[in-house]
């Protein structure tokens, strides 16, 4: 009989105030565009009087498939045909919106030449307009006829004003290149551009005050002149805040880090905006830029901020083909005393309905963490926890006390440490035992991926080790463990991204049974090696699970995207524990192989995976599938 293992959940959070009745009228429920239950809500609008009409592009010239689907792409006409206008007063407005419309994108393809008619029942737009009517059948026939002529290159490119100097090897056009072709975007780009690099130098109100552009039809040349308007140069004045009720303003100014006193920096207002948002208590922030001083030159900055709800109240639930029904909740009080302080109450319970009482898996945890403590990169948390854990490996019932101080150091590398108190009453294949450790454990984390969720560029790495002493069994103990991974897109548009991790810990301890099980290496499931059990690789004593003193893994995936919110991977990976402290190897790794499904949501990829172990041993399945968010790593 073949075996499957099926992982699967479902996360339902609510932000809350306050208590709220409940409304007695059933409500609709949507999953990614998808209706679940409820009455569906429609929310068309009845129009006065609509008028239906079919509507056309017939392209007298070169009729290139991108341009086509640009043009259709930008035309109201097309994108809202099923959105019938009011009255034919409506269908001559969308139409002559589309005119402007439509001829930005010829000038977006470097096309100044071209000629976009717009025809109701054969009579011209501009006809229409006059008389105010559309005489003819229903639906009324619209035809866009468009030329668009010959494509144009820059000519001469002429700067005017305050330019900001450029380092030695860059553009100095500013993307503005004589003789490539003259798309509007890239005079736009340009622009933004030159503006963005004075504000690097201190102008905050720097801006492109004139643009001339003139295209010789002759030559198909189009000569552009852009005037640029430095302002007065500034630097960070006094910092304000609006909009907090509950939050002290002197903290929400002390984690903005804004520098008071040096030059005004575009780069500084948006690393204090991000560490303002990683807070998160705030629902919107705003850096409001005030009028620069004409004496001093400072310029004041105001913070202006909306407080999101306090009260958090979040439930879900899980299920697996091996191991049942699980149920979580939490409570969560923001900014508890108003300086960002986040205080967590939570619990579960897993294995309902596949096991007794004493067999079933509980946790619950109380947390506090309170940022800012030692200057706005330090963060301290604590935590208080208990839980039992029954995999077929053992039986653990567990108790956690814990501390960290957390440091930012940049943008990409951050680092933590504190202490831990650490007591298990354990049953395994070595019998029963009883654990007081205490620790002191630290990590260090770099990241400097695209995007935490789907990364198609950078690299992630943590170290993590911990000293610790059994008190019970009176001996030393070290735990190391290290993880990277690295993205790479195969192609400019990023359809194509290969992914890899390696992860490798240690454990020097007397032997494999001096460590509590619950912290020995042992390998298998979804976020290890995909197909076989969870937990169940690694060393075994007659037959069962007992874990080991060291680790290794690696995984490789190849990612597809096939269109714009489906893609599909293929994936590999393959490790083992052993009972050295140093992997030695004795058994050949275990390796899982397969395919998934990737489902782009605004929020991040759906994610489903069908992975099959190739080795698979006692409790293993012949197959497992695994349901998440994010990519797997």
Known sequence: MMKCALTLGVSLAAMLAGLSAPSSTAQAFELFGIHLWGQKTDTSQ?????????????????????????????????TRSDQPPSGEAGLISRSLSDLDRLVARLYAHG????????????????????????????????????????????GQIAFKGDLPPQDEGSETSFGLVSGERAASTRILSAEQKMALALKKQGYPKAEVSGRDIVADHATK?????????TGPRARFGAVSVKGTDVTEPDFVISQAMIPVGETYSPDALEAARKRLNELGIFSSIQLVEGDVDPATGDMPITIEVTERKRHVIGAGATWSSSEGFGVEAYWRRRNLFGRGELLSIEGSAGHIGDAGADDMEYAARIALEKP??????????????AKQEVPDAYKSRSVT?????????????????????FFADEEDAYGKDRYLLVGIPADLTFDN?????????????ALAIEP????????????????????????????????????AGSIIAPSVDAV??????????????RGYAYRNVGPRLNGTVTGGRSLVEASAELRVKITGTLGVVAFVDAGNAYSDSIPDFSQPLKIGTGIGLRYYTPIGPLRVDLAMPLDPDKDDPDYALYVGLSQAF
């Open 46 to 78: 009845q129009v006065p009087d609509p008028i239906d009409y079919t509507v056309r592009l017939d392209m007298s010239e070169t009729d290139t498939k991108s341009l086509r689907e640009d043009l259709e792409a930008a035309s109201t006409l097309f």
């Open 372 to 385: 800012g403590v030692f200057g706005p990169l330090t963060k301290f948390t604590t935590s208080l926890g």
């Open 516 to 529: 509590p099980a619950t912290r020995r290496m042992i390998a298998g499931g979804g976020g290890s090696i």
């Open 401 to 421: 006390l814990d501390g960290y101080l957390s440091r930012t150091f940049t943008d990409t590398l951050t680092g933590r440490a504190g202490g831990e108190v």
């Open 111 to 154: 096309l100044y030449g071209g000629i976009v008619d717009i025809t109701l029942n054969g009579r011209p737009l501009q006809q229409a307009l006059e008389t105010g009517d559309i005489p003819g059948s229903r639906p009324v026939e619209t035809i866009i006829t468009v030329s668009p002529g010959p494509e144009f290159t820059f």
């Open 468 to 503: 610790a002493y059994d008190t019970l069994q009176s001996h030393a103990m070290f735990f190391v463990k290290g993880t990277a991974s690295s993205y790479v897109a195969l192609d400019e548009a990023k359809r194509f991204i290969l992914a890899g991790r390696v992860s």
């Open 221 to 229: 040349k189009l000569d552009v002149t852009l005037t640029v308007a």
């Open 449 to 461: 991926r695209d995007d935490k969720l789907d990364p198609s560029k950078g690299i992630y790495a």
